[in-house]
Protein backbone atom coordinates (compact mmCIF):
# COMPACT_ATOMS: atom_id res chain seq x y z
CA UNK A 1 0.00 0.00 0.00
CA UNK A 2 2.85 2.54 0.96
CA UNK A 3 4.08 1.58 -2.76
CA UNK A 4 0.84 2.68 -4.22
CA UNK A 5 0.49 5.77 -2.02
CA UNK A 6 3.93 7.10 -3.05
CA UNK A 7 3.52 6.71 -6.64
CA UNK A 8 -0.21 8.67 -6.13
CA UNK A 9 1.59 11.03 -4.44
CA UNK A 10 4.29 11.36 -7.20
CA UNK A 11 1.94 11.78 -9.41
CA UNK A 12 1.10 14.81 -7.98
CA UNK A 13 4.04 16.56 -7.78
CA UNK A 14 7.14 17.67 -10.54
CA UNK A 15 10.87 17.47 -9.09
CA UNK A 16 12.41 20.77 -9.52
CA UNK A 17 14.40 19.65 -12.72
CA UNK A 18 11.23 18.67 -14.39
CA UNK A 19 10.15 22.22 -13.33
CA UNK A 20 13.08 23.92 -15.12
CA UNK A 21 11.88 21.77 -17.81
CA UNK A 22 8.99 22.63 -18.52
CA UNK A 23 9.56 26.45 -18.13
CA UNK A 24 12.53 26.36 -20.03
CA UNK A 25 14.70 27.98 -17.06
CA UNK A 26 17.28 27.18 -14.69
CA UNK A 27 16.34 25.08 -11.45
CA UNK A 28 17.22 28.07 -9.23
CA UNK A 29 15.02 30.09 -11.53
CA UNK A 30 12.42 27.50 -11.45
CA UNK A 31 12.87 27.26 -7.43
CA UNK A 32 12.84 31.70 -7.18
CA UNK A 33 9.41 31.55 -9.44
CA UNK A 34 8.07 29.40 -7.08
CA UNK A 35 8.31 31.25 -3.79
CA UNK A 36 6.86 34.32 -5.86
CA UNK A 37 4.66 32.42 -6.67
CA UNK A 38 4.15 30.99 -2.79
CA UNK A 39 3.85 27.20 -3.83
CA UNK A 40 5.95 25.55 -1.29
CA UNK A 41 7.88 22.44 -1.80
CA UNK A 42 5.97 19.09 -1.09
CA UNK A 43 8.47 16.48 -0.22
CA UNK A 44 10.74 15.94 -3.59
CA UNK A 45 8.37 18.06 -5.61
CA UNK A 46 5.89 21.22 -6.47
CA UNK A 47 2.53 20.49 -6.59
CA UNK A 48 1.02 20.25 -9.89
CA UNK A 49 -2.48 20.94 -8.87
CA UNK A 50 -1.73 24.72 -7.31
CA UNK A 51 1.38 25.56 -10.43
CA UNK A 52 -1.92 25.37 -12.75
CA UNK A 53 -4.24 26.84 -10.41
CA UNK A 54 -1.92 29.71 -10.39
CA UNK A 55 -1.37 29.44 -14.26
CA UNK A 56 -5.22 30.55 -14.75
CA UNK A 57 -6.40 27.22 -15.68
CA UNK A 58 -10.35 26.47 -14.73
CA UNK A 59 -11.24 23.35 -12.64
CA UNK A 60 -10.80 20.30 -13.19
CA UNK A 61 -6.95 21.11 -13.92
CA UNK A 62 -5.72 18.86 -16.72
CA UNK A 63 -2.31 18.43 -14.88
CA UNK A 64 -2.71 14.09 -16.57
CA UNK A 65 -3.65 15.74 -20.53
CA UNK A 66 -1.36 14.27 -22.36
CA UNK A 67 1.12 16.78 -23.61
CA UNK A 68 0.63 19.18 -21.12
CA UNK A 69 3.85 19.24 -19.58
CA UNK A 70 5.76 20.00 -22.95
CA UNK A 71 8.25 22.80 -22.33
CA UNK A 72 6.52 26.50 -22.77
CA UNK A 73 7.22 28.47 -25.52
CA UNK A 74 8.85 32.26 -25.09
CA UNK A 75 8.89 34.45 -28.47
CA UNK A 76 11.77 33.18 -30.09
CA UNK A 77 10.58 29.65 -29.15
CA UNK A 78 6.71 30.72 -30.26
CA UNK A 79 8.15 32.67 -33.65
CA UNK A 80 10.20 29.64 -34.68
CA UNK A 81 6.48 27.69 -33.95
CA UNK A 82 4.26 29.24 -35.63
CA UNK A 83 6.04 30.76 -38.52
CA UNK A 84 5.90 34.47 -37.72
CA UNK A 85 8.64 36.85 -36.30
CA UNK A 86 10.11 37.32 -33.36
CA UNK A 87 8.89 40.86 -33.04
CA UNK A 88 5.14 39.86 -34.01
CA UNK A 89 4.86 37.67 -31.53
CA UNK A 90 5.89 40.47 -28.71
CA UNK A 91 3.48 42.72 -29.72
CA UNK A 92 0.85 40.35 -29.75
CA UNK A 93 1.95 39.74 -26.10
CA UNK A 94 1.81 43.64 -25.29
CA UNK A 95 -1.07 43.80 -26.88
CA UNK A 96 -0.52 46.50 -29.26
CA UNK A 97 -0.59 43.79 -32.28
CA UNK A 98 -4.64 43.76 -34.23
CA UNK A 99 -4.72 39.74 -32.97
CA UNK A 100 -4.93 39.64 -29.25
CA UNK A 101 -4.84 35.94 -28.87
CA UNK A 102 -1.70 36.02 -26.86
CA UNK A 103 -2.36 38.43 -24.36
CA UNK A 104 -2.57 35.65 -21.75
CA UNK A 105 0.83 34.84 -21.65
CA UNK A 106 2.70 34.13 -18.44
CA UNK A 107 4.76 36.80 -17.24
CA UNK A 108 7.79 35.36 -15.55
CA UNK A 109 10.36 38.87 -16.08
CA UNK A 110 10.45 41.74 -18.00
CA UNK A 111 12.18 39.71 -21.08
CA UNK A 112 10.57 36.17 -20.27
CA UNK A 113 7.20 35.26 -21.24
CA UNK A 114 5.32 32.04 -21.92
CA UNK A 115 2.26 30.49 -23.23
CA UNK A 116 1.34 27.10 -23.96
CA UNK A 117 2.44 25.02 -27.09
CA UNK A 118 -1.27 24.12 -27.59
CA UNK A 119 -2.03 28.09 -27.45
CA UNK A 120 0.40 28.09 -30.40
CA UNK A 121 -0.95 25.36 -32.15
CA UNK A 122 -5.02 26.21 -31.33
CA UNK A 123 -3.68 29.87 -33.13
CA UNK A 124 -2.38 28.26 -36.17
CA UNK A 125 -5.10 26.53 -36.74
CA UNK A 126 -7.92 29.07 -36.25
CA UNK A 127 -9.65 26.85 -33.15
CA UNK A 128 -10.26 27.05 -29.67
CA UNK A 129 -7.36 26.12 -27.45
CA UNK A 130 -7.81 22.62 -25.85
CA UNK A 131 -8.39 23.74 -21.74
CA UNK A 132 -9.10 27.68 -20.98
CA UNK A 133 -6.84 29.32 -19.34
CA UNK A 134 -8.19 32.63 -17.76
CA UNK A 135 -6.15 36.13 -16.65
CA UNK A 136 -7.93 37.01 -13.83
CA UNK A 137 -7.67 33.88 -12.48
CA UNK A 138 -3.92 33.55 -12.68
CA UNK A 139 -1.48 34.67 -9.94
CA UNK A 140 -0.92 38.63 -9.94
CA UNK A 141 2.54 38.26 -10.53
CA UNK A 142 2.29 35.86 -13.84
CA UNK A 143 -0.10 38.69 -15.37
CA UNK A 144 1.56 41.55 -14.80
CA UNK A 145 0.78 44.37 -17.08
CA UNK A 146 3.74 46.01 -19.01
CA UNK A 147 5.66 48.90 -17.16
CA UNK A 148 4.60 52.50 -19.06
CA UNK A 149 8.52 53.53 -19.81
CA UNK A 150 6.98 57.45 -19.58
CA UNK A 151 5.47 58.84 -16.65
CA UNK A 152 2.57 60.54 -18.04
CA UNK A 153 0.60 60.64 -14.43
CA UNK A 154 3.15 63.33 -12.91
CA UNK A 155 1.97 66.57 -12.28
CA UNK A 156 4.11 69.09 -14.10
CA UNK A 157 6.33 71.17 -11.73
CA UNK A 158 5.07 74.93 -12.20
CA UNK A 159 8.17 77.19 -12.29
CA UNK A 160 9.14 79.35 -9.78
CA UNK A 161 7.27 82.87 -9.20
CA UNK A 162 9.74 85.76 -10.79
CA UNK A 163 11.16 88.30 -8.64
CA UNK A 164 11.56 85.78 -5.68
CA UNK A 165 14.39 84.23 -4.61
CA UNK A 166 14.38 81.34 -1.56
CA UNK A 167 16.63 81.52 1.19
CA UNK A 168 18.41 78.08 -0.40
CA UNK A 169 19.12 79.79 -3.54
CA UNK A 170 20.33 83.20 -2.05
CA UNK A 171 23.06 81.56 -0.44
CA UNK A 172 24.39 80.39 -3.66
CA UNK A 173 24.15 83.79 -5.82
CA UNK A 174 27.67 85.49 -6.23
CA UNK A 175 27.01 88.64 -4.40
CA UNK A 176 25.89 91.64 -6.08
CA UNK A 177 28.60 93.86 -8.21
CA UNK A 178 28.71 97.30 -6.59
CA UNK A 179 27.92 100.56 -8.61
Known amino acids: MCSDQSAKDHAL ?3 TKDLSDFLNTSEGFARNLMKKLDIPKRGKGYPRLRIFAVF ?4 PYPIHAPGIWSTLLDAPAAAKETGESEKTIGRMYEG ?3 DKSFTNF ?3 GPRKRMI ?3 EAAAWLSGTQPKFVRKKELMHPFLRRERQATHHTDNPKREPAPTGI ?3 AITTFLPPKAEK
Do not use: N, W
Open 13 to 15: LIS
Open 56 to 59: GFEK
Open 96 to 98: AHK
Open 106 to 108: LYF
Open 116 to 118: FPF
Open 165 to 167: RSS
